[in-house]
């Protein structure tokens, strides 16, 4: 489960419940804290909030499977879902399925036009620091900005452009990687409200969110119907959050 909390006035996380742990151990959360997680209608003191589940029940009662009342040791939780032994194997199914959709998913999903907004501040963002390298290495190689392929020479040309590919592929993996494994959202969706979240209620990483640039490709290579998708989709998925099993919310 991601948490959030109130610091100097300041909202930090998302941090997971070992996180957490780590900062009640050093003091920076204290019982008074204001904490908040997906499915709690209201921030509340860490203290009634780890008392209770996101929906306000008794944490660690009854399974939210089967219903049958346990002591809080012998449930788990997976994708917000307080469950016992007996009924992981099941749920688990369901998620992998999608017959069971996370509690943390109770979000509205950010449509066609605000994650095109996104994703063109995104491209803004990226520009800078891409044309910079590929201008500065043209200049290294050809004394040029841009330069133009020799027919009687092709071997500089080529080299550069390969050069200029391998860079802005791994620029842009390190780009999606870093902003969505560490805060869940790029810039781009910083600024139009959204995040990037797992079907399975799990976090994202650095390495499924390079995976998912590279999966932009595909929806790019099918004339961009795999981004047209969005727009028809029920959970607003492009083609690269199927085959990265993301989803993007609001906040």
């Not at 742990?21 to 959360?29: C, E, K, Q, R």
């Not at 017959?99 to 979000?107: E, F, G, R, T, Y």
């Not at 020799?150 to 860079?167: E, H």
């Amino acid at each position: 489960m991601n948490w959030y909390y109130a610091h100097h006035g300041q909202q930090l996380g998302p941090v997971d419940d070992s996180q957490l742990d780590g900062l009640i151990s050093s003091g920076t959360v204290q019982p008074d804290t204001l904490v908040w997680s997906d499915g709690m209608a209201n921030w509340q003191p860490l203290s009634q909030a780890r008392a209770t589940g996101p929906t306000g029940a008794p944490a660690g009662s009854f399974c939210s499977q089967c219903g049958r009342e346990f002591p809080p040791e012998a449930l788990i939780r997976i994708a917000d879902r307080t469950v016992c032994s007996e009924c992981k194997a099941v749920v688990l199914q369901q998620l992998q399925e999608g017959v069971l959709k996370p509690d943390s998913q109770a979000h509205e999903y950010g449509g066609f036009w605000i994650r095109f907004a996104a994703k063109f501040i995104d491209g803004l963002v990226m520009a800078i620091p891409i044309y910079a390298v590929n201008f500065g290495v043209a200049y290294a190689m050809f004394g040029v900005l841009m330069p133009q392929p020799d027919p009687n020479n092709w071997g500089p040309f080529l080299g550069y452009q390969g050069v200029i590919t391998a860079f802005n592929i791994l620029f842009g993996m390190a780009y999606s990687g870093f902003f969505l494994g560490k805060y869940a959202a790029t810039p781009g969706k910083m600024a139009c409200g959204l995040k990037v979240i797992r079907a399975d209620g799990t976090e994202m990483t650095f390495w499924r969110g390079a995976v998912r640039y590279l999966g932009e490709f595909v929806s790019s290579l099918t004339c961009f119907i795999g981004y047209i998708m969005v727009a028809f989709d029920e959970e607003k998925r492009a083609l690269h959050d199927r085959m990265c099993g993301t989803r993007v919310v609001k906040k």
